[in-house]
């Protein structure tokens, strides 16, 4: 009597089974017990992916983070992307996207730079994850509060974890002082940062913690020396403009509506290389004073929509700005604006962003580009040469 698959040795049964494909493992685990204990044996997966990997490569590649987890496993020991510094991995969009790939039980963390988009559920690290530099998780469903596997690594120069989904209120980031590059961007975190949140992060150089629901005052940021790109625009920030001494580096400065109080701090004045100073939509009050004339690297000024006060500095603005394209100044309590009215105001305003869309569309062929330009053209050396 020939005896069944089921009366084989474990041992042959695995090596009938070496020639599946990894993602057919789970269908054959469902059909029983027995399947299940035998399909889930490490040393199986290992062999099984080995094989995998020498006949379909690309299919490999692009369906692994779909496979069970002794079979992923396998995969990041085996693959040849453990030969390099960087894995990258992108899930084709789906209404319920796959589980994130499982990098616990590595008894060696391959990767310097881990890069994933798509993946839905629990983020984690295994311990060996101890040389990994730079994490970026944008466009994850991961719908919880930051893992607390990401806030150990200490090595980590590049953490981005853009439209994931994050929730709850981050208490302290201090085990990442080696910082660079920190982007939390368009989350839902809330409550309050702690007045040092900061204070160990003197070589951040960018920082995007825009679209959340952050609420209280500013942290202190005098410790951020290095920072370029500072961006906490679209949270419940309140309290004072917050000090800027020392941040020399800084060329783009975005507090865009939130709920900032008070007059700007004096320290914005020395900022020398700021490029774009935007706190449109707060509760900001006081006058703005001729020193922003001085800032003459200026390119965007985005003051409207709070209650400043006073005579604004146009001409300051004029004279000292010559990379100035464009500002806004609207919505705000201005008596005048030094020897030039409203009206003159608006047009030097939105002229410029006039004439560079129609430049735009006149280069993309567009007809109301073609019709307008010769007018706009001539408007323009009208106003200037007069």
């Excluded at 889930?40 to 020498?54: I, Q």
């Excluded at 002794?70 to 510094?85: G, I, K, P």
């Excluded at 060329?251 to 290389?273: A, I, K, M, R």
Aim: proline residues 7%; negative net charge; aromatic residues 10%.
């Amino acid at each position: 009597m020939t005896p069944t698959i089921m009366q084989l040795p474990p041992e042959v049964q695995h090596h009938i089974f070496q020639w599946i494909l990894p993602r057919k493992v789970i269908q054959l685990k469902r059909m029983c017990v027995r399947f299940h204990w035998l399909l889930s044996d490490s040393h199986f997966a290992r062999r099984n992916v080995s094989f995998a990997l020498a006949l379909q490569p690309d299919i490999c590649n692009r369906e692994w983070y779909f496979w069970p987890d002794e079979f992923q496993a396998a995969f990041v020991s085996l693959s040849r992307s453990s030969a390099t510094d960087a894995l990258a991995v992108h899930a084709e969009p789906s209404f319920v996207p796959p589980r994130f790939p499982h990098f616990q039980g590595l008894p060696h963390f391959p990767w310097n730079r881990l890069e994933l988009s798509g993946f839905g559920g629990s983020f984690e690290l295994p311990p060996s994850a101890t040389t990994l530099t730079s994490l970026s998780l944008s466009n994850n469903a991961m719908n919880g509060p930051l893992p607390e596997a990401i806030l150990t690594v200490c090595q980590l120069r590049e953490l981005i974890v853009h439209k994931c989904g994050i929730t709850g209120n981050i208490s302290s980031l201090d085990a990442l002082g080696k910082l660079t590059h920190l982007d939390l961007s368009s989350n839902k975190i809330s409550g309050r940062l702690n007045p040092g949140f900061f204070e160990n992060m003197q070589g951040l150089v960018y920082l995007d913690l825009q679209d959340n629901c952050i609420e209280g005052p500013i942290p202190n940021l005098q410790s951020l020396i290095s920072i370029n790109t500072l961006c906490l625009a679209r949270n419940c920030f309140d309290g004072p403009f917050p000090q800027l001494n020392g941040l020399t580096s800084l060329t783009y400065l975005n507090f865009y509506d939130n709920s900032l109080s008070g007059p700007l701090h004096e320290s914005v004045y020395d900022l020398h290389v700021l490029q774009y100073l935007k706190v449109a939509e707060n509760n900001f009050t006081g006058p703005v004073l001729p020193a922003l004339g001085g800032l003459t690297e200026l390119v965007e000024v985005d003051l409207s929509g709070n209650a400043f006060n006073g005579v604004f500095p146009w001409q300051d603005v004029e004279d000292g700005l010559p990379r100035l394209r464009w500002a806004h100044v609207e919505g705000n309590c201005f008596e005048q604006l030094s020897n030039k009215g409203e009206d003159a105001v608006g047009w030097m305003v939105t002229l410029p962003t006039l004439i560079g869309t129609l430049a735009w569309m006149k280069a993309k062929g567009g007809k109301g580009g073609q019709h307008l330009w010769p007018i706009t053209t001539w408007f323009t050396t009208l106003l200037f040469s007069s």
